[in-house]
């Protein structure tokens, strides 16, 4: 099994939900997070003060699947996700030993 994480722009989260949807994932988890990449924040005027954001408002989307479906499910999300400008976000994958269903406490792929 795989847990992927994916961090975009708020304004995809939709998009990206039902592009996993499509593929057959049924469950996700989203969190809202702030950070910045390489474009580190931006400046902004605000009442003839200048100052400078430094973390900009992101969405972090966690998915466990199986290990089958996870290559469909990391280009679902890119194809959804990708406006072409910077601060597109990333995506991390990583193996997962074990889940538990605490209800049933069914492990394993039953368990997602």
Do not use: N, W
Request: proline share 2%.
């Amino acid at each position: 099994m795989k847990k992927i994480e994916a961090i975009i722009k708020p304004f995809k989260l939709d998009e990206v939900k039902d592009a996993l949807h499509e593929i057959g994932l049924q469950g996700l988890t989203v969190v809202e997070a702030k950070g910045f990449g390489r474009q580190k924040g931006h400046t902004e005027l605000y009442r003839g003060a200048e100052y400078v954001v430094d973390f900009l408002p992101k969405v972090k989307i966690e998915v466990i699947c199986s290990d089958d479906l996870a290559e469909r499910a990391v280009e679902a999300i890119t194809a959804a996700a990708r406006t072409g400008r910077i601060g597109d976000g990333k995506i991390f994958i990583t193996d997962v030993q074990d889940v538990v269903r605490i209800r049933t406490g069914e492990r394993g792929e039953d368990a997602v």
